[in-house]
């Protein structure tokens, strides 16, 4: 809308004429938000050792998708909406679209190279971040395996956990097993229920038993 001093218009297609048609309107400014994003990354992490390099690259490549996905808005002008006139700006990618595309990234994300070398006894480090690497997430070590206990990261493994055999989502039992497979018991539960408020003031419950089947990762 323009009402931001700080952060106006992208007026660099304005005028422009393209496939017969004047470009107008107010674009997003996507080279502003690029610019106040690494900013903020930056100042939020300054660390110059492996982790803050490899996240200066990751942020780089998030907000890059922001930039190779604006897209063309437009509004049609004319009698009953017949287009003959069209006003038209570029706005920047939905939330949903950049949050399947980090995740599709996030999936294919490269391991990256890591070289230790010394200089006058300064042992230096270098990242191997190729140009081929330069849209993609990287990662230099993997993650830890949450399957099985692991007190250095503080896992306590998935073994007796309550899994869901029917779900497609991340609590089903193939998942979160880990392909040890599951168990199936019958469990009783008691819980608070049927409670009501008396005046003034307290809740009196009843105290209902539960018997339901259960699958339990091995």
């Known amino acids: 809308m323009g009402k931001l001093k700080s952060c106006g218009c992208d007026m660099s297609n304005h005028g422009q004429i393209k496939d017969n048609f004047e470009w107008g309107g107010c674009s997003h400014n996507v080279e502003f ?4 994003a690494k900013k903020f990354t930056i100042a939020r992490d300054r660390a110059r050792d492996i982790h803050g390099r490899i996240n200066h690259h990751n942020n780089r490549a998030g907000r890059m998708v ?6 063309k ?3 049609c002008h004319g009698m ?8 038209c700006w570029k706005v920047s990618p939905d939330f949903r ?8 990234k996030y999936e294919r ?11 006058r006894e300064k042992v230096q480090d270098v990242i191997l971040i190729s140009w081929k690497f330069r849209l993609k997430l990287v990662y230099y070590e993997k993650s830890p395996n949450f399957c099985d206990p692991d007190p250095l990261v503080d896992a306590p493994g998935t073994t007796g956990r309550y899994c869901n055999k029917t779900t497609k989502g991340p609590s089903n039992c193939d998942t979160l097993c880990c392909g040890r497979g599951y168990n199936t018991m019958k ?3 008691t819980e ?6 008396h005046w003034c003031c307290y809740v009196v419950c009843q105290t209902c038993v539960y018997n339901e089947w259960v699958t339990v990762c091995k």
């Open 192 to 197: 608070r229920c049927n409670c009501k408020f």
């Open 33 to 36: 938000g690029d610019r106040f």
């Open 66 to 71: 922001i930039l190779k996905n604006v897209r």
């Open 80 to 87: 009953s909406g017949s287009c003959e006139i069209r006003t």
């Open 97 to 104: 679209v950049v949050g399947d595309i980090l995740k599709d």
């Open 109 to 119: 994300a490269s391991l990256v190279s890591i070289f230790i070398y010394s200089i």
């Open 187 to 189: 469990i009783r539960r």
């Open 73 to 75: 808005q437009c509004k």
